[in-house]
């Protein structure tokens, strides 16, 4: 009699009583399929079964690749976590993972002290780890930032597009994720090639591209459009405009290496009215690329190509050119732009009096911080000349205080250059 006049009252007071339960709905990072090379911060989601408010909700993550623990780490949240409510948190250990095509099992365990059902404390997902993703349709977005050094950075090409030759095209069938394809633009058509299939470099190794600037499927009468090839000869890299033959395009770059562990490429090629530029359209161009090792091919784009249609573009897929705002760091200021925009900044990110609210949400405006690509917040930031040169370079985001966008138009891509 006296618990039960203990609980009327206390309820009477407004006070949350009864049991502990702590469910583990999901584990949130990593979860299905993660695109990138860059490491990420596990995160948790998790439901109060209970009748009490909790506090500092400790959690644990494991991560198993065919059965070996390649992770493991703790996190709590501080809460309140009410009762009948789900809660996420992040703030584990940060994960760096294996590049390439990789499955993992994720397992996720709330771990409060007091929980009275332990039986569903635990959850399990699948995680596939995929640096790049092919598609029918390259997408080629500017502006660049890459260094012509041989060595693709994580900074410098935001997204991969995967090329492997996983139909055998010339020699063995690859596996997913032998060979990534990266690109972007700016007074130059920036391409990378990152064959994870090959440890080596040999003369002969090259990447071959065509290009149909204007995209309406056959040749130039003056065969004015691009056709290059980059290759390693003599121990040296050189791009040929293959309609000048026995000469170097004019003005192009190019360098590979094997420092990160495996073969790369990058080129260079300027972009122009000239006979050996490439001409951007105001629409989608339609190209073709392949990489290779003598006559065995490591990346074939598109896989629906064949190869006796190599030399005709009414076979090649789009290649679309998309244009995003770039705004320097500088005494104007920047305004914030879409996600699907960038802001280079090279020292100083500037931003206007405060980030927009979306519509129909109420407020003038949320201060911003700044995420980086595993959503980490790095810092906060304020009105006007913000200070980054401190930064790694590489993809960051700038998004609300909350770090939860209720629209992408609330994020912005920010691009911390050297």
């Known amino acids: 009699m006296r618990r039960a006049a203990l609980v009327m009252l206390l309820c009477a007071c407004g006070l949350a009583v009864g049991r502990h339960d702590i469910r583990m709905m999901e584990p949130l990072v990593p979860n299905g ?11 948790v989601l998790v439901y109060n079964n209970g009748d009490s408010t909790e506090w500092n909700v400790p959690a ?7 059965g070996v623990r ?63 993703q092919w598609r029918d349709t390259i997408e080629c977005e500017g502006p660049a930032w890459a260094d012509i050094d041989g060595s693709i950075g994580s900074w410098e090409w ?33 391409m990378a090639v990152d064959v994870l299939a090959l440890p080596t470099r040999e003369d002969g190794d090259r990447l071959v591209v065509r290009m149909d600037e204007n995209g309406d499927g056959v040749w130039s009468t ?75 091919c490591y990346g074939w784009w598109p896989s629906s190509l064949e190869l006796a249609h190599w030399d005709d573009p009414a076979y090649y897929a789009p290649f679309c050119w998309l244009i995003m705002p770039v705004e320097e760091g500088g005494a104007s200021g920047t305004e914030l732009v879409p996600a699907a925009t960038s802001t280079i900044a090279r020292g100083v990110l500037w931003l206007r009096d405060c ?21 980490r917040r790095v810092m906060e930031l304020r009105p006007g000349p913000n200070d980054v040169s401190a930064l ?21 891509k920010v691009v911390i250059a050297r």
């Open 158 to 190: 935001w997204w991969g597009y995967d090329i492997s030759d996983s139909l055998g095209r010339a020699g063995a069938p690859r596996p997913m994720g032998s060979c990534l394809f990266h690109t972007g633009f700016e007074s130059y058509l920036y």
């Open 33 to 43: 399929v993660v695109y990138g090379r860059w490491p990420v911060n596990p995160g």
């Open 392 to 412: 790694s370079p590489g993809v960051y985001f700038v998004c609300p205080a909350s770090g939860v966008p209720r629209s992408a138009s609330r994020v912005s």
């Open 60 to 66: 644990r993550v494991w991560i198993d690749s065919a």
């Open 222 to 296: 003056d065969s004015s459009e691009g056709s290059y090839d980059v290759f390693v000869n003599g121990g040296v890299d050189s791009v040929v405009y293959s309609y000048l033959p026995g000469q170097q395009c004019p003005g192009a770059l190019s360098a590979s290496s094997i420092v990160n562990g495996n073969l790369q490429f990058e080129v260079a090629i300027p972009m122009g009215s000239g006979r050996s530029d490439i001409t951007r359209p105001a629409g989608t161009s339609r190209a073709a690329i392949s990489c290779w090792r003598r006559d065995s």
């Open 70 to 132: 390649v992770y493991e780490g703790q996190s709590s949240s501080p809460g309140p976590v009410h009762p009948r409510m789900p809660a996420a948190f992040g703030g584990f250990p940060t994960w760096g993972f294996r590049p390439g095509y990789f499955t993992y099992d994720v397992t996720a365990i709330a771990e409060l002290a007091n929980d009275e059902d332990r039986s569903n404390d635990t959850a399990r997902v699948t995680a596939s780890v995929v640096l790049g």
């Open 355 to 375: 980030h927009p609210v979306s519509a129909g949400e109420t407020g003038g405006c949320t201060q911003p911080v700044l995420l980086d690509v595993s959503g």
